[in-house]
């Protein structure tokens, strides 16, 4: 990671090079039942001589069952190790986030789905907290063989011990065209 400017917290540039090592394994039960988990290690090393180096541990869980050709459920875990962000404090961001989506194959031109997800993060070097959970859905309609009209509806809510309260709704339509 490389900074333009120094950070307004810190008063010198956080750059840093993360080095990730991380195994897994993964699990199928004919085509209905997949899960997926891993673990590992994150060092994330600063150029700044006056920032030490973060060790954390990583998990990733995911687990996705179809019961039938026209229905798929997932739901997983993950931890995150990146940059503060632009209003973020400290000098990294470690996040904890939660997933669950259903999609649904109504016919051969109408697919549904909806997600629901959770986040949380901490900053290291900072007493800031973030939190937040996602709401969402969205079809894809199949004109023809060649072209499908995508449309989703996103809201998200976030609270930061520094910003306070945010919320934010996104409306999404496209156009898929294929060979």
Do not use: C
Request: glycine share 12%; no cysteine.
């Amino acid at each position: 990671d490389v900074f333009d400017v120094p950070s307004t917290t810190l008063g010198f540039k956080p750059d840093a090079t993360t080095t990730t090592l991380e195994g897994g394994v993964t699990g199928r039960w004919n085509s209905t039942l997949e899960a997926t988990v891993s673990t590992g290690v994150s060092l994330r090393r600063f150029d700044a001589a006056g920032l030490d180096a973060i060790t954390t541990q990583l998990y990733d869980a995911q687990l996705s069952f179809t019961p039938d050709p026209t229905l798929r459920m997932t739901a997983g875990f993950t931890t995150t190790v990146a940059p503060p962000g632009p209003n973020g404090s400290g000098s990294t961001r470690i996040g904890y986030g939660a997933h669950a989506e259903v999609a649904y194959t109504a016919n051969s031109w109408l697919a549904l789905r909806a997600l629901a997800n959770w986040s949380g993060a901490r900053f290291v070097g900072s007493s800031e907290t973030e939190k937040g959970y996602g709401l969402g859905a969205g079809a894809d309609y199949k004109v023809n063989a060649h072209t499908a009209v995508t449309a989703d509806y996103n809201f998200d809510s976030s609270d930061s011990s520094s910003n306070g309260l945010q919320d934010a709704h996104q409306v999404t339509v496209g156009v898929k065209l294929s060979r």
